[in-house]
């Protein structure tokens, strides 16, 4: 491991964090590992919000507005489809107010992206972000991801797997995304009651959504060592839990736990016995996936193929998982192995940028950071739409996904265009020297000094093999 | 020029809007062969479709007292035989049918168990026997397969990759709002740096040959994006949606309609996992379905001659339970409905067999047992209408599947 100084701190800085920013390669070359250590602090990563109030009301506000729209369609009396005028069209009213707020809670996440001197905690940060996946492309959900991952997620990113688990699983956004709230035990009063009135729109019973994910996604993985019978026992265990309604008060958008939708009974989840024990049943099954080794390996090598290779070194994975056993799956551990593991430090960039990663590191390249949401309009045409994961899956992390031909012609485009912009007042070959450091390859160099103009210098620069990897 | 550039961006637009997405891999066959002309269209749904209403079962006993809520109405089911209907969305489909040129697969299933999206969709696309045994597509080696030794004319369009299409032969790609209006020197330049790249050197090469190509295929269609709402309400951002549909099928069928144009196509359409509030004969699956009539319209209008050289197959990952769940939608479940559209295709009734929804009859007390094996269909589509051999299909297009035997009579 001969690794020079100037090398680790480019490393650090590109595959670790999101783009070196003018002057960061110097600030992490005398320590770049004890550089990365040292943005682990607490138990969160930035934004952080510490209750559920900012979601609880966007909910509101959205259920209000359907049943305004509700009303309003019964007062007119159905005005015949295209007859409604612009400014009282409750479908372009709620698009509006959607895209709004998606697009100011995107930005604000992109600033910070652009600009953070502690780029390793946000990258730590997007990972769970995207491990817990809740996407807008529902309605219900459409306004909720940002705060869903400013009161979920990021408070709780260095703290225990466990916790993180449990509070995306019961915050209202993943509730309802899938499918979560209306989830109703069969033999419970919820059921009766909806039985005893024919006129109910729906029969009420069981939805298994959220269970199956939580198993397959989020915990052992699809490999984990379950079956259907271990999903639709979870799922009996977590129904109850649900999201409050507009008519109730001050429970409206918050989680609420219903005791009489609640499927009574003991429970077998994967060979283990969870007596009744309401709110706290599904809670226990919980804690058990989080302790599973199962989960530990498929998380940890999932980490792995995020931030060092698509095919990871099995070395790296077990250094990871090593510390999630001994730590109790301590995150902040965990990304101290990550950091100390010789196995990620290969100077050889393997992972291609996704395109959120490609935007924000060329505006931590010059300095910059997105002024208004149209200048992140990019991402949508490379197949990453801000805040809308086509499932619960998450963003793939894979090369084979994001290198088709026609992305990396619209990424040339992007950088073309960006470097129109910018490019003028700067000096491409020091942009090249400070962003790369010592990644930063003879031929790009050369093809950077020789460009005929400074725009083309900086997108040759971006759209160089090394700028393009981390 | 600027006119084009306008409209390939609304197309972009509208495209997601209508969770379209779409990728093509091309194939220069020798003229000489018999199959030379002959066009594949592969639509994968994703999110697990409802094969129970895409092709209601409506004179099965069981349907209505299993789907209740969500059943589709015996008098709106477009009529297909004693037993099957399609849903009403699909009346484009339906007309066809009634041609002899749309045939339903009522009990299909991919190799996979395991009821996940994520797991059911690599093995669809993959066409391996598991997951994770590869990470090449089958349709990439089928075209690798057809081409024998030749230079293999390889495109995808979308703006990522998918799976299906991933392989050896390096797949170019084209998707909307990609027209490039730049620097001349740029993309030279960019060769030179990437000559060393495995990766992104093949990649990009592809990606600005597919340029002029585009140009042709989208020349004079006019397809409605975020800004061209028709009418207000719901009902308007799903005529958008119809309307975007039916455009990129036309574009798909432009690509191919050209000399050099691809042989072999793949989109995917998104939106299908229905836990919540499906719907009936309308709703939110029933729009879903509208699109896919669209887009299957746009590429028989676009396509116009070359239709009868064309079959188009529509597949998802897995069905999902026989029963309604407790929010009047469904869970994972196991086999779904297939579809078969085009000209080349023979006439007959269903494929497969009909398991019937009877409860000693379901998969794990549960599902829709199938009785056809994706692969099953998928190589007798390339066996009788592409002409590949069975050997090839046996091994590596399909590896380890010498025991699931082709489909027959399907072109």
């Known amino acids: 491991m001969a690794l020079s100084k100037d090398m680790r701190a480019a490393v650090a800085a590109t595959r670790f964090g999101l783009g070196a920013r003018p002057g960061e390669l110097a600030e992490a070359a005398g320590d770049p590992q004890g550089w990365l250590a040292a943005q682990i602090v607490g138990r969160g990563a930035d934004l952080g919000l510490p209750t559920s109030e900012l979601s609880a009301k966007r909910i509101t506000d959205l259920r209000v507005f359907r049943q305004d729209r509700r009303q309003m369609r019964q007062e007119e009396a159905g005005p015949a489809e295209g007859e409604v005028s612009p400014d009282r069209d409750p479908v372009r009213l709620a698009g509006r107010m959607i895209r709004e707020t998606g697009a100011e809670d995107f930005l604000q996440r992109a600033r910070l992206a652009a600009t953070t001197p502690a780029a390793f905690r946000e990258r730590w940060a997007l990972f769970w972000c995207n491990h817990f996946t809740v996407s807008g492309v529902k309605l219900v959900t459409a306004t909720t991801v940002g705060p869903f991952e400013r009161e979920a997620i990021r408070p709780r990113v260095f703290g225990r797997f466990e916790e993180l688990l449990i509070a995306s699983t019961a915050h209202p956004a993943m509730l309802l995304y899938l499918d979560q709230a209306q989830s109703i035990g069969p033999n419970t009063p919820a059921v009766a009651s909806l039985k005893r009135r024919p006129q109910a729109?729906?029969?009420?019973?069981?939805?298994?959504?959220?269970?199956?994910?939580?198993?397959?996604?989020?915990?052992?993985?699809?490999?984990?060592?379950?079956?259907?019978?271990?999903?639709?026992?979870?799922?009996?265990?977590?129904t109850g839990w649900s999201v409050g309604g507009p008519r109730e008060g001050e429970r409206s958008g918050r989680f609420v736990f219903r005791q009489a939708a609640h499927e009574p009974g003991p429970r077998t989840v994967m060979g283990r016995r969870y007596a009744d024990d309401g709110v706290n049943q599904a809670a226990a099954v919980m804690k058990d996936l989080a302790a599973h080794p199962r989960t530990a390996r498929f998380v940890c090598a999932k980490l792995a193929r995020?931030?060092?290779?698509?095919?990871?070194?099995?070395?790296?994975?077990?250094?990871?998982?090593?510390?999630?056993?001994?730590?109790?799956?301590?995150?902040?551990?965990?990304?101290?192995?990550l950091i100390d593991s010789p196995h990620a430090w290969a100077p050889e960039a393997a992972k291609l940028k996704t395109p959120y990663e490609f935007v924000i590191s060329g505006y931590r390249a010059i300095g910059g950071q997105p002024?208004?949401?149209?200048?992140?309009?990019?991402?949508?045409?490379?197949?990453?739409?801000?805040?809308?994961?086509?499932?619960?899956?998450?963003?793939?992390?894979?090369?084979?996904?994001?290198?088709?031909?026609?992305?990396?012609?619209?990424?040339?485009?992007?950088?073309?265009?960006?470097?129109?912009?910018?490019?003028p007042e700067r000096d491409p070959e020091a942009i090249a020297r400070q962003a790369l450091g010592a990644r930063l390859t003879e031929p790009v160099a050369r093809a950077v000094a020789r460009a005929e103009s400074r725009p083309e210098a900086l997108s040759l620069l971006l759209m160089s093999p090394e700028f393009q990897r981390r | 020029m600027s006119r084009l550039h306008i409209d390939r961006r609304a197309l972009l637009a509208s495209g997601l809007a209508s969770g379209l997405a779409l990728g093509f891999l091309g194939a220069g066959v020798r003229a000489a062969e018999p199959t030379a002309g002959r066009k594949l269209v592969v639509v994968i749904c994703r999110g697990g479709m409802d094969g129970l209403s895409v092709a209601p079962p409506i004179g099965d006993p069981e349907y209505e007292g299993l789907r209740r809520t969500i059943a589709i109405p015996g008098d709106a089911a477009l009529k297909l035989d004693t037993t099957f209907g399609l849903h009403p969305a699909l009346a484009g489909m339906h007309a066809l049918a009634l041609k002899g040129e749309a045939r339903i697969v009522p009990a299909l299933a991919s190799p996979d168990r395991a009821r996940s999206h994520f797991e059911a969709q690599d093995v669809l696309e993959t066409g391996a026997p598991g997951v994770y045994s590869t990470d090449s597509g089958w349709l990439?080696?089928?075209?690798?397969?057809?081409?024998?030794?030749?230079?293999?004319?390889?495109?995808?369009?979308?703006?990522?990759a998918p799976l299906i299409l991933r392989g050896p032969a390096q797949a170019g790609s084209w998707s909307p709002g990609g027209a490039w209006d730049g620097s001349p020197r740029l993309p030279g330049l960019l060769m030179d740096l990437y000559a060393a790249d495995p990766l992104l050197g093949p990649a990009f090469a592809r990606g600005l040959e597919t340029e002029a190509m585009a140009a042709t295929a989208t020349a004079g269609i006019r397809v409605p994006g975020g800004g061209d709402r028709q009418g207000g309400g719901v009902q308007g951002l799903v005529r958008q949606g119809q309307s975007a549909a039916r455009g990129i099928g036309r574009v798909v069928a432009g690509f191919m309609t050209q000399p050099a144009g691809p042989q072999v196509v793949a989109l995917s359409a998104d939106g299908f996992d229905t836990h919540a509030n499906q719907g009936a004969a309308q709703g939110q699956l029933a729009n879903r379905l509208l699109y896919l009539d669209a887009l299957a319209e746009g590429l028989r209008e676009g396509l116009a001659g070359e239709w009868s050289n064309t079959i188009v197959v529509f597949a998802t990952e897995f069905g999902r339970t026989a029963r309604v769940n407790g929010t009047n939608g469904t869970d994972h479940g196991t086999a779904s409905a297939g579809l078969l559209l085009g000209g080349a295709l023979k006439k007959g009734g269903i494929v497969g067999d009909w398991p019937t929804l009877k409860a000693a009859s379901l998969y794990e007390g549960r599902d829709l047992r199938p009785t056809v094996d994706s692969r099953a269909l998928f190589k007798g589509l390339l066996a009788d209408h592409l002409?590949?051999?069975?050997?090839?299909?046996?091994?590596?297009?399909?590896?380890?599947?010498?025991?699931?035997?082709?489909v027959t009579g399907l072109a």
């Open chain 1, 201 to 238: 729109r729906r029969l009420g019973g069981l939805n298994e959504n959220l269970a199956r994910e939580v198993l397959e996604l989020h915990t052992v993985g699809v490999g984990g060592g379950y079956t259907q019978a271990d999903v639709t026992e979870f799922a009996y265990c977590l």
């Open chain 1, 306 to 337: 995020h931030f060092v290779a698509d095919n990871p070194p099995a070395a790296l994975v077990a250094d990871l998982e090593r510390a999630w056993l001994a730590s109790g799956g301590h995150l902040a551990e965990v990304a101290r192995a």
């Open chain 2, 140 to 160: 990439n080696r089928a075209v690798q397969a057809m081409n024998g030794g030749r230079k293999v004319e390889a495109l995808s369009v979308g703006a990522t």
């Open chain 2, 387 to 406: 002409g590949v051999d069975r050997r090839t299909l046996d091994t590596s297009v399909f590896p380890d599947s010498a025991g699931v035997a082709p």
């Open chain 1, 371 to 423: 002024a208004a949401i149209e200048h992140l309009a990019v991402l949508r045409g490379l197949g990453q739409q801000p805040f809308a994961p086509p499932s619960p899956k998450g963003w793939p992390d894979e090369a084979a996904h994001w290198a088709a031909p026609d992305a990396l012609v619209k990424r040339m485009n992007w950088a073309e265009a960006f470097s129109a912009a910018v490019a």
